[in-house]
Nanobody
Framework: QVQLVESGGGLVQAGGSLRLSCAASGRTFSRYAMGWFCQAPGKEREFVGGITWSGGRTEYSDSVKGRFTISRDNAKNTVYLQMNSLKPEDTAVYYC?????????????????WGQGTQVTVSS
């Protein structure tokens, strides 16, 4: 089992920044590729981006590419989502997730463990 706890969400004005953290405990965190997803009210959960177990490769959705950055610190069992130039349409609950796959793909079904989510609200 891997337990994931997100933090760092909140209310920010458009153009602002937030950094989300996802702290992991349980089985060896460094063995898992990690993904970030978001879910707005009435919408399906969608892939924001992900990072391989080593941190050597990241992927991002087109909607956040160039604005968001994912990183991880395996010594601290933590993965981060740095969000810059935030837009009102980024408003959602953000989740981190862990997959035993080598690569953090975009499909929800690929992920074995999920955090409880943290709310991000961007005001215009």
């Amino acid at each position: 089992q891997v337990q994931l706890v997100e933090s760092g969400g909140g209310l920010v004005q458009a153009g602002g920044s937030l950094r989300l953290s996802c702290a992991a405990s349980g089985r060896t965190f460094s063995r898992y590729a990690m993904g970030w997803f978001c879910q707005a009210p009435g919408k399906e959960r969608e892939f924001v981006g992900g990072i391989t177990w080593s941190g050597g490769r990241t992927e991002y959705s087109d909607s956040v590419k160039g604005r968001f950055t994912i990183s991880r610190d395996n010594a601290k069992n933590t993965v981060y989502l740095q969000m810059n130039s935030l837009k009102p349409e980024d408003t959602a609950v953000y989740y981190c997730a862990a997959t035993g796959s080598n690569y953090p793909g975009p499909a929800v079904r690929e992920y074995d463990y999920w955090g409880q989510g943290t709310q991000v609200t961007v005001s215009s």
